[in-house]
């Protein structure tokens, strides 16, 4: 959204001028907290005692913090130790994935899937068995794009010893990210490891993957509590319809976690410090969150669906705050619930190359809410290339330095008037039965992704 200056948007949605709400000091508090936010560390719980006296001073009501037990994961040592042409031994840094369970010098053959497609893993079978499965991040452009957790499933079905996870893009960067996380945070079956471009493309060239690798990984799986922050603005009660604005707190411990999702929780807190001081006439309860555990498998935002069954029905549209910012176009993707868009037009209109879609996507916060027919809509920043994968999020380069202080501002000033348009309008979004919602997730070409990863509900 680079045309539209933040005060011009905000007119559109029928608030003040941005004036005191700036997001990126918030940005930059977030990112100050140690262990990138990780779940279940100190730094989150800085984090989220730092949001919860925001929203207080912000004026919100109903402050709270929703509590759930999962299986935590702490980070120890690991490394690879493989054989080179000439026989000798040679170790190299990998790091553990979240959601696995530990190994101690664990050899086993190697078998490359390249980047993991169905096809390819269909193809490998049984040979998999008892090896280490080794596949790369590099997306799928020929057809559909296996998420990192998929490509772990599908090597635990078919009897893999281990998982290895090799990054696409250059820099002497490993790309984190859980895996085999299940309800509660259930430890994977299998260890798994990530492992930089250029380690990985020199183990290959040396011919490192005709020999059994050995692997050691050390973490633990600690028994934890979750906490969800919450706040209120606007009208209540059970006829009131409701609006819940998300993001996830936690991050990822290699880093400040600042891109995913100290952006996306900026902006949320700022949302609620703009939304309380604008004077706009509700006709909709506003419930901010700062979702818990969504690195891990969106263990909070689950445990809060399944906990708030009985208040689904007043949910009239979740929006879902997961790095809204970028270098291209703000995009709304309204998760199979075309209403939402519709009713946003003449504000998309208004705003310019903005990219709206309905399509259904799942690995965010707003996942539970829409398999269980709740309309929800994430707000994102499109870039058009494929290649850049993740970017530097869940790498040590997620810190401050990747943020931008203009995109961040846009971002927030884009969720505001979409925000500000669904809070004081009649109610849009409606909640679909469950025999649509399943219709709709296989429509999108959903169904074997979340079957592979066993969260295929119906
Ligand atoms: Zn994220």
């Known amino acids: 959204m680079p045309s539209a200056p933040a005060g011009s948007l905000l007119a559109s949605a029928g608030g003040p001028f941005w004036g005191a709400c700036d997001p990126w000091p918030v940005l930059v508090k977030l990112a100050s907290f140690p262990d990138g936010r990780f779940a279940g560390s100190d730094g989150l719980s800085g984090a989220r005692e730092y949001v919860t006296e925001s929203l207080r001073e912000a004026?919100?009501?109903?402050?709270?913090?929703?509590?759930?037990?999962?299986?935590?994961?702490?980070?120890?040592?690991?490394?690879?130790?493989?054989?080179?042409?000439?026989?000798?031994?040679q170790d190299e840094h990998v790091i553990g994935?979240?959601?696995?369970?530990?190994?101690?010098?664990?050899?086993?053959?190697?078998?490359?899937?390249?980047?993991?497609?169905?096809?390819?893993?269909?193809?490998?079978?049984?040979?998999?068995?008892?090896?280490?499965?080794?596949?790369?991040?590099?997306?799928n452009r020929k057809g559909r794009d296996l998420h990192r957790n998929e490509k772990y499933c599908r090597a635990v079905a078919l009897g893999a010893a281990g998982f290895v996870y090799e990054r696409h893009l250059p820099g002497d960067l490993e790309e984190t990210g859980s895996v085999g996380w299940k309800r509660g945070g259930a430890v994977g079956a299998i260890p798994a490891v990530a492992i930089t471009f250029e380690r990985g493309g020199r183990i290959r060239r040396a011919g490192g993957l005709s020999h059994p690798l050995t692997m050691t990984m050390r973490c633990g799986n600690p028994p934890q509590t979750g906490e969800i922050v919450h706040g209120s603005f606007g009208p209540s009660g059970k006829n009131v319809p409701l609006i819940?604005?998300?993001?996830?707190?936690?991050?990822?411990?290699?880093?400040?976690?600042?891109?995913?999702?100290?952006?996306?929780?900026?902006?949320?807190?700022?949302?609620?410090?703009?939304?309380?001081?604008?004077?706009?006439?509700?006709?909709?309860?506003?419930?901010?969150v700062a979702w818990d555990c969504e690195e891990l498998g969106l263990l909070g935002s689950r445990a809060y669906a399944e906990a708030h069954e009985a208040d689904?029905?007043?949910?009239?549209?979740?929006?879902?705050?997961?790095?809204?910012?970028?270098?291209?176009?703000?995009?709304?993707?309204?998760?199979?619930?075309?209403?939402l868009l519709e009713s946003l037009a003449p504000l998309v209109a208004a705003t310019g190359d903005v990219d709206t879609s309905d399509r259904i996507t799942c690995a965010s916060d707003h996942l539970p809410f829409s398999l269980r027919g709740v309309p929800t809509l994430c707000i994102e920043n499109h870039?058009?290339?494929?290649?850049?994968?993740?970017?530097?999020?869940?790498?040590?380069?997620?810190?401050?330095?990747?943020a931008r202080p203009r995109a961040l501002r846009n971002a927030a000033a884009f969720a505001a008037s979409v925000l500000g348009w669904f809070a004081t309008r009649p109610r849009v979004g409606v909640r679909f039965p469950p025999e649509k919602v399943k219709a709709l997730f296989a429509a999108g070409g959903h169904e074997a992704a979340l079957r592979a990863q066993g969260e295929w509900p119906w």
């Open 59 to 89: 004026g919100l009501r109903d402050i709270g913090g929703f509590r759930f037990p999962y299986i935590g994961w702490t980070r120890g040592p690991a490394a690879i130790r493989w054989r080179r042409e000439d026989g000798h031994l």
């Open 244 to 288: 819940l604005v998300g993001g996830h707190l936690d991050g990822h411990d290699l880093a400040e976690a600042a891109v995913d999702n100290g952006t996306g929780i900026a902006c949320v807190v700022t949302l609620a410090r703009w939304l309380a001081a604008s004077g706009l006439g509700l006709t909709h309860e506003v419930r901010f």
């Open 383 to 402: 870039t058009s290339d494929l290649r850049l994968g993740r970017g530097y999020t869940h790498t040590r380069a997620d810190t401050l330095d990747q």
């Open 312 to 339: 689904l029905d007043r949910i009239a549209v979740v929006l879902n705050l997961d790095v809204p910012v970028g270098e291209g176009a703000p995009a709304l993707v309204a998760q199979g619930h075309p209403e």
């Open 97 to 139: 994935l979240p959601g696995t369970p530990p190994c101690e010098a664990l050899e086993a053959p190697v078998r490359f899937l390249g980047n993991g497609t169905e096809e390819v893993f269909a193809a490998a079978g049984k040979d998999l068995r008892g090896k280490w499965c080794w596949v790369t991040s590099e997306p």
